[in-house]
């Protein structure tokens, strides 16, 4: 009997948006002050490189988050730039601030699912958060008026870890007093969602709505391609 539904945040409930650009901008522009003889072309080159951790894999790290101070030391590292703690710190709110000024749109149907889903489930929020911090997207998920529908949310740079360490998968069962064969997890990656889900024994089920190709070792329990579709599924599996 399924007691509870757990959500991926990014390409789930959130349309994907990439800060990229204004975030390349915000540090170039630090940097000019310190008059750093370097090219816009060569600071892109570095920063998609060191920013983004382009030559770890996740495994490699044991899944651990990446905080954004370490992103941005990383590339001043590989420049031999040294900045001020007061220029790092404005830097580092700036990049994990951004999506205030520009919030993603929510996937169509998100609302209407999250409140139809409340009536009988327990609601949890599981997200991988990047650069922008949980306290950020609560505050977006806020303005949707739909952060009042999750009985927990659990961000990476809160655990310190990613999607699919179990932790990630743990913590937010733990809080809603939920077995994992009683919670199904929603997620539009199955290397992170549907895997770590899965390996924690819970139901998966996958959001497909931009057609991705299926895997052959890795196979949710229920393929979707809107939000929608998660209720006939979780009323079905309410039943047994």
């Known amino acids: 009997m399924i007691q509870?539904?757990?959500?991926?945040?990014?390409?789930?409930?959130?349309?994907?948006?990439?800060?990229?650009?204004?975030r390349i901008s915000d540090f170039f522009q630090i940097l000019q002050e310190y008059r750093a003889s370097l090219s816009h072309e060569s600071f892109i080159k570095v920063f998609d490189e060191k920013f983004h951790f382009s030559e770890v894999t996740f495994e490699e790290i044991n899944y651990r988050h990446i905080y954004t101070e370490d992103r941005i030391l990383r590339v001043l590292k590989k420049l031999n730039i040294e900045i001020s703690q007061s220029d790092l710190e404005k830097l580092k709110d700036k990049f994990e601030s951004v999506m205030l000024q520009d919030p993603p749109t929510l996937k169509k149907g998100v609302k209407s699912t999250l409140n139809a889903l409340t009536l009988d489930f327990k609601i949890g929020l599981i997200s991988n958060t990047g650069v922008t911090p949980g306290t950020i997207i609560s505050k977006v998920l806020e303005r949707y008026n739909i952060l009042h529908f999750f009985d927990t949310t659990i961000y990476s740079d809160e655990t310190g870890y990613f999607k699919p360490h179990p932790k990630m998968f743990k913590l937010p069962l733990k809080k809603m007093n939920c077995k994992p064969k009683h919670t199904i997890h929603v997620g539009d990656k199955l290397e992170t969602d549907v895997t770590g889900a899965k390996d924690f024994n819970m139901v998966t089920i996958w959001f497909n709505d931009s057609d991705k190709p299926k895997s052959n070792e890795i196979i949710p329990d229920y393929e979707i391609k809107q939000i929608s579709e998660i209720l006939p599924i979780a009323n079905k599996l309410k039943a047994r």
């Open 4 to 22: 509870a539904i757990t959500f991926d945040l990014w390409n789930t409930l959130f349309n994907n948006k990439d800060y990229r650009e204004q």
